[in-house]
C-alpha cells in the first residue's frame, strides 16, 4: 500500500519507506538529512492520512505493508512535482494521492490500469480538474467539495458556479446526480459530512448519519482520518462499498469514544481507532 | 458576456499562433484552469513575462478585450491554480495585477461568502472548502480544509496563536501560495474582523 503526498517542511527531498507512528508524530527515514530520520506532528493532510491508515493496518497486523513517498512541499509545488514523478513509475500498487499541489499534465502521467488509485485532498483536485476522475477507484469529498465535483467547468474549489458557493444550503443528492452526470466520477465515492453518503455508480447505497458530533467539523484532519481507515478495510480485504460505510461508522465510533470539542486533536482521534474497529468487527 | 468575448478573443490570437507553427493540435488547447492577469500598461505586462517565465510559470502574452482593458493592450493567460503566487512574485518585484479574471465560465468566480457557526465556546469561519476556528479568547484552535501542499503549512504555522496578534507578513494569503490558501486568507480576514467587532 502506497500513500503519495507532501509535508509541510521547505526543502524536504523525496522520501520513500515504512513510517513509524508515536502518539502525535510519524517518523520515516531521509537520506538527505544528518539525523537521517524526521519526525513531524499529526496536525492535519498527509501526516494524519499515514497515521491512520498505519493504525487501521497495524489492527490487521499489516502496518509494515504501508510504503509512504512524501517530500517537502510549503505551496511552491517543488515537492509535488518529484512525488508525481515518482508515482507515475509504480505499478500494480494500492496508491492513496493526497495532499499535493494539483497538476493536470502530471496526475495523467499515472497508470490508472496497473494501480489502484484512491483520490483524496489535492491529488481528488487534480484527478476532477484534468477530467480523468472516473479512472480512480474512489474519490472522497466533502460537500464543500462535492459542489466543486458537481460543476463541470471548475478546476478548483475556490472557483465555483454561485449556485452552489453556500456550503450549507447545498443538495447533497442533487449535486451527488450532477457529479456523475459529468461521466467523469469514479465508480466509488464517500462524502463526509454531517451525514456520510456511499454511493456506487451514482446511486446512495448507504448513509451513516448518528451519533452527531458538531466538534469533528472543524478538527483539521477528521476528513484525512476517514480516508486513512476507509483505505485500510479495503486494503486487507473488505468490499469497497462495505469499507466505505464501516470506516463511516468506525469514525463516528471514535466521536463517542473520544467526546470531541473543538481544541481536541487529531492525534487523540487516531488513537482511538484500534479500539472503535474493535468494537464494530465481530 | 466579458468572458465569452475573452474566449473567443484568445482562441483567435491562439489561433493565429497556430497558423504560424503550422501545427493543428495546438489549435484545440483547453482553457480549463487558465485565467487573465490584466495589469495597469504594457511594460507591466511585458516585465511580469520576463519574470514569471525566469521562475517556469506556465504563462502567455494574449490580448485581451476592450471590456476589460485598463490602459494595456495585452494580458497574461496563466493557470488559475497559482493565482496566489503569482501575483505575489510580481508583488514583490514591484507590479501590480489590476485585474484576475477565470476564463473557464462566465459564472466562475472565487468564492467570498464566509459562514458563521457558533461550536459550544468556539466560533468557526468557513469559506468554501476552508475552516478556522477559534475559541472564545480568539486563540485559533483548529484549521480544516483544503487539499493544496500550503494547507497544513498554514495550519502549522497559524494554530495556538491569537488572530488578532499575527503579523501581516503571516497572514494565509502571505505564507501561502494556492487558492486553497486565498480561500482561508477569506475565513481569516472575517473571523479577524469579527473578534475585533
Known sequence: MVIAGTIPIKGLGLTRGNVEISFDNIRFYNENIPENTVQIPIS?????????????LQYFNRSNELVAILAGDI????????????????????????????????????????????????????????????????????????????????????????????VDDLDVIKLIKMAYETGKMPENMVIKGETDYIVQNGEIIATVSEPKHAAMECIGGTGDNLTGIISGLIYCGYEISEACT?????????????????????????????????KLID | MILKKLKNIVSKSESKDNKDDNSKNKKSEKLSGKGLLIFKNVKDTINSEKILKKKNYEIKVVAPPAEVREGCDLALQYEIIENIEIIRELKNNGIEVVKSISLEETMLQPIELVKIKKIGDHTMYRSGNMKITLDKNGIISNISGGGCPDVPYLTINLMNKHISNIPENEYPKELGYSLCAYTLHKAFEKAKNHKKN
Open chain 1, 44 to 56: 492535519m493532510g498527509t501526516a494524519t492520512l499515514v497515521a491512520s491508515c498505519y493504525k487501521t
Open chain 1, 75 to 166: 505551496g511552491d509545488g517543488e515537492g509535488s512535482t518529484k512525488i508525481y514523478e515518482e508515482i507515475s513509475r509504480l505499478n500494480n500498487k494500492f496508491l492513496i494521492v493526497h495532499y499535493i499541489k494539483p497538476k493536470i499534465s502530471e496526475i495523467t502521467k499515472i497508470d490508472f490500469e496497473r494501480n489502484f488509485v484512491v483520490g483524496d485532498a489535492g491529488g481528488m483536485y487534480a484527478g476532477k480538474a484534468a477530467g480523468i476522475g472516473d479512472e480512480f477507484k474512489l474519490f472522497l469529498p466533502d460537500v464543500g467539495e462535492l459542489a466543486f465535483l458537481a460543476d463541470k467547468d471548475s478546476s478548483h474549489p475556490a472557483y465555483v458556479r454561485g449556485f452552489i458557493s453556500e
Open chain 1, 246 to 278: 464501516l470506516g463511516c461508522m468506525v469514525n463516528r465510533e471514535i466521536a463517542n469514544m473520544v467526546t470531541p470539542t473543538p481544541d481536541t486533536k487529531i492525534n487523540e482521534i487516531i488513537e482511538a481507532i484500534p479500539d472503535a474497529l474493535n
